[in-house]
């Protein structure tokens, strides 16, 4: 995990590891399904009918026999909020048990008390 000054010191953090694994953008999925993709992630809505905000980008892929996913979160003028880069990784190409535990994380981790 490492925090950034800025959202575009995220942004060219993250492009820059995407682009060394060869991974494209927008496509695919990250999921307990399907891994391989690229693309944003949103935070839950705060209530019935309301919109999700953005919270970050994320991508995923294989490197050998281990699951990878790097995200974003990002802070998008949230005073709760940090720019952050994370990177997981879980062996034995487990990518729904990876997929379980970031998709409990990814909105906690990144969030500042105020």
Same mark, same amino acid.
């Given at each position: 995990?490492?925090? @950034?000054?800025? +959202?575009?010191?995220? #942004?060219?953090?993250?492009?820059?590891?995407?682009?060394? !694994? +060869?991974?494209?953008?927008? @496509?695919?999925?990250?999921?307990?399904?399907?891994?391989?993709?690229? +693309?944003?992630?949103?935070?839950?809505?705060? %209530?019935?009918? %309301?919109?999700?905000?953005?919270?970050?980008?994320? @991508?995923?892929? $294989?490197?050998?026999?281990?699951?990878?996913?790097?995200?974003? !979160?990002?802070? $998008?003028? #949230?005073?709760? !909020?940090?720019?952050?880069?994370?990177?997981?990784?879980?062996?034995?190409?487990?990518?729904?048990?990876?997929?379980?535990?970031?998709? @409990?994380?990814?909105?906690?981790?990144?969030?500042?008390? %105020?």
């Amino acid at each position: 995990m490492s925090t @950034f000054v800025s +959202g575009a010191a995220v #942004q060219r953090a993250y492009d820059a590891e995407r682009r060394r !694994h +060869g991974v494209g953008r927008n @496509f695919g999925r990250c999921n307990g399904v399907s891994w391989g993709g690229e +693309g944003t992630w949103l935070h839950n809505a705060s %209530a019935p009918g %309301a919109k999700p905000k953005p919270g970050g980008s994320r @991508f995923c892929y $294989f490197d050998g026999n281990k699951a990878v996913m790097v995200w974003t !979160h990002r802070k $998008f003028g #949230q005073a709760t !909020h940090t720019d952050l880069l994370g990177v997981a990784v879980e062996g034995d190409s487990d990518h729904a048990g990876l997929f379980g535990w970031w998709r @409990f994380w990814h909105h906690r981790i990144g969030k500042v008390l %105020a």
